[in-house]
């Protein structure tokens, strides 16, 4: 089982706070992503600023796009991003349609598992050639008191095994990772508890530690 990467969501509210969460936490981490509140604040100028900064990073623009599958996805793919999303409510068309830009720059589209989906949406998503899910516990629910549990294990492990890279995020720290143990798991995604902590790098090396414990 490959280990899984690290990823940093960038959720700041400008360019300059981002690029000081990333002097200390790009040398520890796999993918940089443009967090979606990054996206509404600064837009593709954030894409380009970390691609030109961060040549041999994966970058991610999470757009959670749900329209103009092929104007956002030129946007920002042309700026440099290896990586986007779309929300998993989005028409087939709009994930047609970015991933046939994706494509276009080698890149790819993750589908951001929010609120109500089905797995039969999902085997559609396979067909149009989706490949990447995110697996999200959102701010709103983490801050509501959801926890991380069985049926969320259950529904990660069915992606896993219907063929999905599965990325999963919310609220994780380092202890929580263990419970993920023997699931292929692409990325472990962290914000807050990450830029946010008294030592990014230190944060970071400790997420990497019990990545490495437990794959």
Do not use: N
């Not at 790009?26 to 979606?36: F, K, M, R, W």
């Not at 970390?50 to 970058?59: E, G, K, N, S």
């Not at 890149?107 to 396979?126: H, N, P, S």
């Not at 999905?164 to 023997?182: N, R, Y």
Request: with cysteine.
């Amino acid at each position: 089982m490959q280990k899984p990467m690290l990823q940093v969501a960038l959720d700041t509210l400008d360019i300059p706070s981002a690029l000081k969460a990333t002097r200390a936490l790009a040398p520890e981490v796999d993918v940089l992503e443009v967090g979606t509140i990054l996206c509404y604040a600064e837009g593709a100028r954030a894409v380009a600023t970390l691609r030109a900064l961060y040549p041999d990073h994966l970058i991610l623009a999470d757009l959670k796009a749900a329209d103009a599958g092929t104007t956002v996805a030129e946007i920002v793919f042309s700026q440099g991003a290896s990586w986007m999303t779309v929300i998993c409510c989005a028409p087939y068309a709009t994930m047609t349609a970015a991933l046939a830009v994706a494509r276009k720059y080698s890149g790819d589209v993750q589908i951001e598992l929010y609120g109500e989906w089905t797995f039969a949406q999902a085997e559609k998503w396979l067909e149009i050639g989706l490949t990447q899910a995110i697996y999200h516990r959102g701010r709103d629910a983490e801050l509501a008191g959801q926890k991380w549990g069985p049926a969320d294990l259950q529904k990660i492990r069915k992606l896993a095994d219907m063929g999905f890279a599965v990325s999963v995020t919310g609220g994780l720290t380092p202890q929580d990772l263990a419970i993920f143990k023997g699931i292929p798991v692409k990325c472990f995604i962290a914000g807050r508890s990450l830029y946010g902590a008294d030592d990014p790098a230190q944060a970071a090396r400790a997420f990497k530690a019990a990545i490495a414990e437990h794959w």
